[in-house]
């Protein structure tokens, strides 16, 4: 089943979304002191092909660096990946369908707003991705 779900995401949100956070991390890449959020971006983008199977949780002890950097990060790249979100979500939950769809994406509208401090778990073996 979350292979079905991770294909039909994949086709009308996924890959958008995926997009939207590859663009956000090569930006973030130029800069050499904002490689940090690149790398969160990336990881993010490839949890954001493909969802269904994995969870993110928060990290034991974050600490004060990762909330200054999810300050940051909401500045320069969070808010309109987070409007990306709203709007996917919105579209998905049109149709009966989408809707569990939709659900996981505002479910990603936190993570978009908020990456550092942040990793994504495996919810098949509790692995870390």
């Known amino acids: 089943m979350r292979t ?18 590859m663009a956000a991390g090569i930006v973030l890449c130029i800069p ?3 490689i940090p ?3 969160a971006s990336f990881r993010i983008a ?6 269904f199977g994995r969870q993110i949780v928060d990290k034991r002890q974050p600490g004060v660096f990762s909330f200054l950097g999810n300050v940051v990060w909401v500045v320069v790249a969070g808010w ?10 919105l579209a998905l939950c ?8 939709g659900i996981a994406d505002f479910k990603l509208v936190a993570v978009s ?5 942040k990793q994504i778990v495996s919810t ?4 870390f991705d």
């Open 4 to 21: 079905i779900l991770n294909i039909i995401w994949v086709v009308f949100a996924g890959f958008w979304l995926f997009i939207g956070y």
């Open 80 to 89: 309109w990946l987070a409007i990306g979100h709203i709007v996917s979500g």
């Open 124 to 127: 098949r073996s509790g692995a």
């Open 32 to 34: 050499i002191f904002t």
């Open 37 to 39: 959020w690149a790398i």
């Open 46 to 51: 490839r949890y954001s092909l493909w969802p």
């Open 113 to 117: 707003l908020m990456p550092l401090g």
């Open 94 to 101: 049109v149709t009966i369908i989408g809707i569990p769809m």
